[in-house]
């Protein structure tokens, strides 16, 4: 074969080899992309799933007496503050 003709078809070759290189890149760069975008998208509240919970969340219906003076406490209502 002609060595003119053998490096105009490694030419074609490699410049076709480089195109299809250049596109998968590309598009997997635009697959990447999109998926961070979804993931750090800002969350509406509701489509967000919480996990874990209270064990006994019936706990909280009603605050115990410490609880009650932290709250005092913490607002300046404690009963000491006034004396």
Known sequence: MDPETTKNITYIVGVASFGVMVWFVSKRAMMNRTEMLEKSAPKVAGEDTLEGGARNPQQFDEPDDDALEE???LLGEDS???S
Do not use: Q, R, V
Request: hydrophobic share 35%; proline share 0%.
């Open 80 to 82: 000491e503050d006034e």
């Open 71 to 73: 709250m005092a406490k």
